[in-house]
């Protein structure tokens, strides 16, 4: 007889709601079966997919957008952090939503949403409107994301649920670099004369085709106790998040006004306020966003750490490259898509046999990862620093695939790993928590980097500056990357004591 997966509907559950989070697996009473999930899961991986492509595809085609539109370098910013600002900032009330109102619901919104704002951001006559529509097409993304990781963990099992988180790692951990790669291509192409227009326009036929597909295939599911959503919480953790990421986008392009330093000074007190209040209402029994009593299991804040600051690595890798490459060594877009590649590369190799590597390692892989995603970016430093003539794309693949190496040992175990040390009833929950923080990761990273990178070049930078600034970054990256390994290695013996423990 095939295993089914039967989640208890709200009326007969009797978990705790103080459990009921961002993706808190569960449905109404439906019988999940495996072959159905599988069905469902490359769709659900699509939703998962597209956020984060359009969050770094972007990147190739600033210099392209700015000509077509006349956009200014503060509008350029905005163009790409408009997206990563709204969609960090409402992830997790989207996953709240997925809970309360159905995951399959939700996902198909945000899926037709996105759709059209693609479509809205290609055909945008202005930079103005592209950047109204980027935000838009971040917050339809905040209510497709978190859906996936929630359906994941409602409708798999065992070794089932392992390879379906493991997959997920893979497609998102993947999609950045895919991103540029694509990006490049379809600047390359210069499809029907459209410049940079079918980098969001490819959006549309593959949204249509995944709304068609995912209304017969992924089946609804809810969280187990239909809570109230904290609207207090939600509206909290997006201030603390905007109030970060937004003077870190504007404030070097503005010369640092007055207003920037007072939203980052407020960070802080917006951010222990959001903690106090989620408390507070963990302890009155009502259902916080995010409970603060998760953090109290160690296995849950190294996860959150770890996935935290490797995300600002990623994040920050993905915009500074870009950069790096096509505007100070004047690479097109293809060459710098092609020296990506080698990063995706290493990363594809290693998701290929992450599962045996993980079987015979174990939580060691993600300190090994971290080290070598160090490492890769110290050599690209190295060869681009050090040159004084043009830069040679084959000395880049080397070094570039060993960080791609790394980045896969990290990405695509660390969600798995994290969750198997949890107990069952805080698995949901965590992994809702570490996927959003992940995505809010990757756009601070973006912010923080590129912020830091153009603060060190200068408004006219010369080749010299472009070497200061490649060091800069080389030396952020890589002190984040050993953060990195400290909180794996301690995530590893929380790991090894669980695994102890049964």
Not at 59 to 71: E, K
Not at 105 to 119: E, H, I, K, P, W
Not at 311 to 331: C, K, P, T, W
Not at 471 to 480: D, G, K, N, P
């Amino acid at each position: 007889m095939a295993n089914t997966t039967t989640v208890p509907s709200a009326a007969g559950s009797a978990a705790n709601p103080a459990t009921a989070g961002l993706s808190t697996p569960g449905t109404t009473g439906t019988t999940l079966t495996p072959a159905r999930m599988w069905r469902a899961l490359p769709i659900l991986l699509l939703g998962a997919f597209l956020p984060v492509l359009d969050a770094f595809i972007v990147n190739v085609a600033l210099a392209n957008i700015g000509t077509d539109l006349g956009a200014s370098e503060a509008q350029l910013e905005l163009t790409v952090s408009g997206y990563g600002v709204a969609y960090a900032c409402t992830l997790v009330a989207g996953g709240r939503l997925g809970d309360r109102y159905g995951r399959r619901r939700l996902f198909l919104a945000g899926m037709a949403g996105f759709t059209v704002m693609s479509a809205a951001c290609g055909l945008a006559p202005n930079v103005t409107t592209l950047i109204a529509f980027r935000i838009l097409q971040g917050l339809t993304a905040a209510l497709m994301f978190p859906q996936v990781l929630a359906a994941v963990q409602a409708g798999f099992e065992g070794a089932d649920r392992q390879r379906a988180v493991g997959m997920f790692g893979v497609v998102v951990g993947s999609a950045g670099a895919v991103g540029q790669i694509v990006g490049g291509l379809l600047l390359e192409a210069d499809l029907f004369g459209s410049d940079w227009r079918p980098l969001f326009l490819v959006n549309v036929p593959v949204g249509i085709f995944a709304l068609a597909v995912a209304g017969r295939v992924v089946p609804e599911t809810k969280a187990p106790v239909a809570t109230r959503i904290d609207v207090r919480g939600a509206v909290g953790l997006a201030a603390a998040i905007a109030l970060l990421l937004i003077p870190l986008t504007l404030g070097r392009s503005q010369d640092w006004p007055v207003w920037t330093w007072i939203c980052l000074a407020a960070v802080v007190p917006a951010a222990v306020l959001f903690v106090v209040t989620q408390r507070r209402m963990e302890r009155a029994g009502a259902t916080p966003l995010v409970p603060p009593s998760l953090l109290q299991l160690p296995a849950a804040r190294y996860a959150l750490g770890a996935m935290v600051v490797f995300a600002l690595s990623i994040g920050g890798l993905m915009f500074s490259l870009a950069m790096l490459l096509q505007v100070g060594h004047e690479f097109s877009p293809i060459r710098s898509g092609l020296a990506m590649a080698a990063a995706a590369a290493g990363f594809l190799l290693i998701s290929v046999y992450a599962q045996r590597l993980v079987g015979r390692y174990g939580p060691k892989l993600l300190i090994v990862g971290a080290l070598l995603f160090a490492a890769g970016f110290a050599g690209f430093a190295a060869v681009a620093a050090g040159t004084e003539d043009a830069l040679n794309l084959p000395e880049l693949l080397g070094p570039l695939f060993v960080l791609g190496i790394g980045w896969g040992m990290v990405m695509v175990p660390l969600l798995g790993l994290s969750l198997s040390a949890l107990p069952v009833d805080r698995a949901g929950l965590a992994g809702g928590v570490l996927s959003t923080a992940m995505q809010v990761g990757l756009a601070t990273g973006a912010s923080l980097l590129g912020s830091t990178l153009f603060s060190t070049i200068g408004k006219h930078p010369t080749a010299d500056d472009w070497r200061t600034g490649t060091l800069v970054v080389a030396a952020i990256l890589i002190t984040l990357s050993l953060i990195t390994a400290a909180l794996a290695a301690k995530l590893a013996r929380v790991i090894r004591e669980a695994a102890a423990a049964r």
